[in-house]
């Protein structure tokens, strides 16, 4: 082992340390840290922003403008790359660290790496209370940045010099783990960020993380197979853990050698294409007919990759076979066992293609796979009929957005949302193309997602066309990085549904009896309720004033003839159109449980409770 060492500051010696953390999984080797974001203060500026500035020939610095936009553009990227490459992302001291709250848990809860490099108070104490400290009277070591904790795979604070070295290993073992990963936080106080020390030289030198692929352990593998061959209605749910192994080809090659039917979940979308004969589209409360009308009758299902939320299991309510299984296929234990499910835990690929060798000649039933194709049919005609307007002089309705989008997207675009209205719509509605393509973050559905991830798309998939879909509300949340899509000159798309409200929660709100209260963007009435006149905003002129390119459309053609146009574009560009506020979406094809009020004097709370009461009845706990 070498004795040489190097005299850096600490903020230096992390800064050159993640430029050479690279994975490897089947042979091929990615960059680890494929940049930084920062937005800079007074706890980060003089210790990692300087050493961006020292190491600016191997660390890519991205200039962001708001702390939660930058980790959500790291996630983007990061699912973009397959979890095989993310970014950094520092702040001060601060707001700028508790901004980062909502990014981190985003990121835990789906399951996808980002490094986080909030600056800290000082860890001797020397300037004490600092501008932007949280004072805790009986804990002198807590700061804000403890707020991250709960939402971080790995946490640690870097308190001495020496103390990086282990964190940082730590921390990139959790990043690169696949069934661990999530938002790692090094807190870094600003005085040990630009404490010198003297480091060891193999501190530098290039370390390989290699992604594992764990095989089934074969007794778990045999008790799968033998519930798969015994069950005569078989219901494969695919989740976002397909995406992360890579592991399309294998699923399709099980559902061709089967004919195992296939519905996915928000995160699993496109693990098949939507022409396969076997995928069944969405499944659960956003689902499709075809695909929940077999969840309910499945007597197996076979779950690869999935959390199984309430919105796939329709909070309890969908699976109703009464000698209904699982079979969980995950990398993670936790999720292998949910459901009382016989487990088989390990890499979506591996275990899947282990699968289709053990059931060499095993088939459905012909008369189920006619079913099922039968119901595929069906659903098609009517999502057919929710996406095509009746003319192109039409105003067109949300679903009929999605038609024109539909028609000008090509294999290779990715289109991203989060909140609002329109994940159920892309669930039930989108035909999807590609693996990548469908790209909805629906495990904390965060409004502001879909900007700041079309920058971190673009930059994973350069030349790629990306779609953000929002809505007016989602829109005002959070549209700060269009500056930043100008800045680094990104071409993505934001296409701007203007329908003046929260639509997704108004309907919700109108369901539970709650009657809309604060879900529409209008004046206040002589009664002082906010029912008056939309109000007189213009966020396409806003757009524009951030840097977009903005084209307008107002009826059907008008907006096909707009999304050809921003999709040739060169530039970050907004296609703007307000929409008839007509519901031509198919209804849930499932329940989910929000509870309402037992007792109230409202006759639509009372009514919404009355219906709360017959479907919560339904919910099984599956032992």
Same mark, same amino acid.
Not at 139 to 166: G, H, M
Not at 177 to 199: H, I, M
Not at 202 to 222: G, K, N
Not at 323 to 350: E, G, M, Q, W, Y
């Given at each position: ?112 790496? %980002? *490094?986080?490099? &909030?600056?800290?108070?000082? +860890?001797?104490?020397? /300037?004490? !209370?600092?501008?932007? #400290?949280? @004072? ?37 073992? %959790? *990043?690169?783990? &696949?069934?661990?990963?999530? +938002?790692?936080?090094? /807190?870094? !106080?600003?005085?040990? #960020?630009? @404490? ?38 078989? *219901? ?10 890579? /592991? ?376």
């Amino acid at each position: 082992m070498s004795t040489a060492t190097h005299r850096l500051t600490v903020a230096q010696a992390l800064v050159r340390f993640l430029s050479v953390q690279y994975t490897e999984r089947d042979g091929a080797r990615h960059r680890l840290i494929a940049g930084t974001w920062g937005v800079f203060g007074h706890g980060n500026v003089a210790g990692v922003g300087q050493a961006l500035v020292e190491y600016a020939d191997v660390m890519p610095y991205h200039q962001g403008r708001n702390e939660q936009a930058m980790v959500h553009a790291a996630v983007g990227y990061a699912r973009q790359r397959g979890r095989l490459s993310t970014q950094a992302v520092t702040t001060s001291i601060g707001p700028g660290a508790t901004n980062l709250v909502t990014g981190a848990a985003l990121a835990t809860v789906n399951r996808l790496p %980002v *490094l986080l490099l &909030p600056g800290d108070c000082f +860890a001797t104490h020397a /300037a004490d !209370p600092l501008l932007q #400290q949280l @004072e805790h009277p009986a804990q002198a070591d807590v700061s804000v940045n403890d707020t991250l904790r709960p939402v971080s795979r790995y946490f640690a604070r870097v308190a001495r010099p020496e103390a990086l070295i282990p964190a940082a290993l730590h921390a990139m073992r %959790v *990043l690169t783990d &696949p069934a661990e990963t999530g +938002a790692v936080t090094l /807190a870094l !106080p600003q005085d040990v #960020q630009a @404490e010198a020390f003297d480091w060891p030289a193999e501190f530098f030198t290039e370390r390989v993380w290699r992604v594992r692929r764990p095989a089934p352990d074969p007794a778990e593998l045999a008790d799968a197979v033998r519930r798969i061959r015994s069950a005569a209605r078989p *219901l494969i749910v695919a989740g976002g853990g397909v995406h992360h192994s890579a /592991a399309e080809d294998a699923l399709k090659a099980l559902a061709d050698a089967t004919g195992i039917p296939v519905a996915s979940t928000q995160a699993g979308k496109g693990s098949l294409r939507h022409d396969h004969p076997a995928d069944m589209g969405g499944v659960g409360h956003t689902g499709t007919a075809a695909a929940d009308d077999l969840a309910r009758t499945a007597d197996l299902v076979i779950g690869v990759g999935t959390r199984y939320t309430d919105f796939t299991t329709a909070s309890g309510t969908l699976f109703q076979h009464p000698d209904v299984r699982f079979v969980n296929l995950d990398i993670s234990s936790f999720d292998a066992h949910k459901l009382a499910a016989t487990p088989l835990v390990c890499d979506a690929r591996t275990g899947l293609t282990a699968l289709a060798e053990a059931l060499a000649g095993h088939r459905v039933d012909p008369g189920y796979a006619a079913e099922y194709r039968a119901g595929k049919e069906r659903w098609d005609r009517v999502a057919e009929a929710a996406l095509r307007a009746p003319d192109d002089s039409a105003v067109p309705t949300q679903t009929q957005v999605l038609g024109a989008l539909d028609e000008v997207v090509g294999d290779e675009d990715v289109v991203i949302n989060a909140a609002g209205s329109l994940p159920g719509d892309l669930h039930k509605l989108w035909r999807a193309r590609s693996p990548r393509q469908y790209h909805v973050e629906y495990g904390y559905s965060c409004m502001g997602y879909e900007i700041p991830a079309a920058i971190g798309v673009q930059q994973a998939a350069p030349g790629t066309p990306v779609w953000a879909l929002v809505g007016d509300g989602t829109y005002l949340m959070m549209p700060t990085e269009i500056v930043t899509a100008v800045q680094e000159d990104l071409p993505i798309t934001l296409v701007l549904v203007q329908n003046h409200g929260y639509a997704s929660i108004g309907g919700l709100s109108e369901a539970v009896g709650a009657e809309r209260l604060g879900t529409a963007y209008r004046r206040r009435a002589a009664d002082g309720s906010l029912t008056g006149a939309p109000l007189p905003v213009d966020l396409a002129a806003n757009a524009g004033s951030l840097g977009m390119d903005v084209l307008r459309a107002g009826t059907v053609g008008e907006l096909r003839a707009a999304l050809r146009t921003a999709r040739a574009a060169d530039r970050p560009t907004c296609v703007y159109v307000e929409t008839d506020p007509a519901a031509t979406a198919p209804p849930a094809q499932a329940w989910w449980d929000v509870p309402v009020a037992e007792v109230a004097g409202r006759e639509a709370a009372v009514t919404a409770r009355a219906r709360y009461d017959e479907e919560s009845a339904a919910r099984r706990r599956h032992l």
